[in-house]
């Protein structure tokens, strides 16, 4: 059997990578962080000069994609060619296409894979949209992180990014390759009228109780 592996799903800008790398932290597992997988392969099909909505030609790029995946001490991270990719992830340009290029099922499939593979040896947090669904649809820590889209929305703004959350809420359920779904068995925590803390803290009791 793998290391216990804890299921953070939820929409963009719900608080659910701020939770889960806190939660990581409070039980000393490792820190993957999916969306910046997909927002890595997404700016490297941009810097090829691929159009994100030619499926055809994203897929041919993936043969041949230098990305890799490792960590720095427990959290996870992307390199493009030995380089750990940072401020790349967050542009405007990825940001706008992610979500287009995370709805290819060929891209799916490809870092499904490097997920899993993290937790071959290492018990970890894993957030994204499909972990509770697709990635480990088998473990008992399950958690959908959400908040109101208007909340979400001024958390977007603070960050300097201007995408509208209704219509990357509408690719990501609307997808038909592992939209965003909440699992049956996953435990809706609304962050809207709470405070990270209070979220980690509820979170982290649960997981605790629960593997005693």
Known sequence: MNPPAIAIDGPAASGKSTVAKLIAKELGFTFINTGAMYRAVT????????????????ISALAGIPLSFGKNGSVSTVMCNGKVLGDELTLQ?????????????????LLVEKQREYNTAEPVVMEGR??????????????????????????????????????????????????????ADAQLVDTSDMTIEQVVAKIAADIRSRMA
Request: hydrophobic share 40%; aromatic share 6%.
């Open 43 to 58: 700016w490297y099909v941009l810097q090829q000069g691929i159009d994100p909505s030619d499926t055809q030609a994203v």
């Open 93 to 109: 340009s990825t940001n706008d296409n992610v979500s287009t290029i995370a709805a290819i099922p060929e891209v799916r499939a």
């Open 130 to 183: 499909d972990i509770g669904t697709v990635v480990f649809p088998n473990t008992p820590y399950k958690y959908f992180v959400t908040a109101s889209e208007e909340v979400r929305a001024a958390r977007r703004a603070a960050q300097g990014l201007t995408d509208s959350i209704a219509e990357r809420d509408r690719k990501d359920s609307a997808r038909a390759c592992a939209p965003l779904t909440m699992a």
